[in-house]
């Protein structure tokens, strides 16, 4: 669908996601609810299996990961459940709430490994570092593992994350001449991903041939490949409820 065809909506303000996740950081710290899985389960498990098939954990040196919107982390969590390094991980939101719950969920899961090996506590889920970061506007978080360069130390990372942010971010209200935020996005994220590096997003509002136009559209990246979704049919048409696809910058 194209962005022009997607009327505002409040899920695309600032507002709602600080009440989504205000709602649910009491929740979890009432009953221990992690909260909301943004497009199921089944989204992660394909985006882990992806990750695990282009670049193992067993990579050296380790891969750095960075998501845009984490929300609650549960990406980054399955990650680390995977076998990825979590002091390689880092999460942004530009939601303060939903930050506090990703570290308190963080913390959660670091206290069910405090009765095992203590020499293993600093490689815990806790490890993982969530921030508050308005991705459009505010300064990337440097990759701590990325060598400085004549310019300076690079932003880069080796794999770029993306699970219903784009989506969000177009559903945010249009400037007066009809542009949306949005639209410096791919430049935004081909800049912060190393060269060799990779750009995996899902979404619900794009087909992959949307996807594809937009992130290769004079950013630098290259498609790579996609994450098969179910199929339906209407009208003697078919799609998939969700689209992913991955992208590459040349090394």
Known sequence: MSETDLPASRLGTKEHWDNVYASELANFEEIGDEGEIWFGED????????????MPPSTE???????????????LFALHDAGYAPDRMY???????AVK???????????????????????????ITFAACDFLNDPVPFSPYTAST????????DLVLDKGTFD??????KDDDGR???DTYPSRVAD????????LITSCNFTEDELKAKFTNDTGLSYHSRIPFPTFSFGGKSGNVYSSVAFQKPA
């Open 101 to 127: 719950l990703a570290q308190a969920i963080g913390r959660s899961r670091q206290e069910r490994c405090e009765d095992g090996d203590p020499t293993e506590l600093k490689a815990g889920p806790a490890a």
């Open 61 to 75: 040196p380790p891969p750095s990961i960075l998501e845009i919107g984490a929300g609650n982390g549960t990406l």
């Open 168 to 173: 969000a971010m177009v559903l945010a209200q």
């Open 150 to 157: 004549e310019s300076g130390t690079s932003a880069a990372w």
């Open 180 to 182: 949306s935020h949005a």
């Open 192 to 199: 912060i991903v190393k060269p060799g590096g990779y750009f």
């Open 91 to 97: 999460g942004v939101d530009y939601s303060a709430d």
């Open 43 to 54: 989204s992660v498990e394909k985006m882990v299996d992806w990750v695990l098939d282009s």
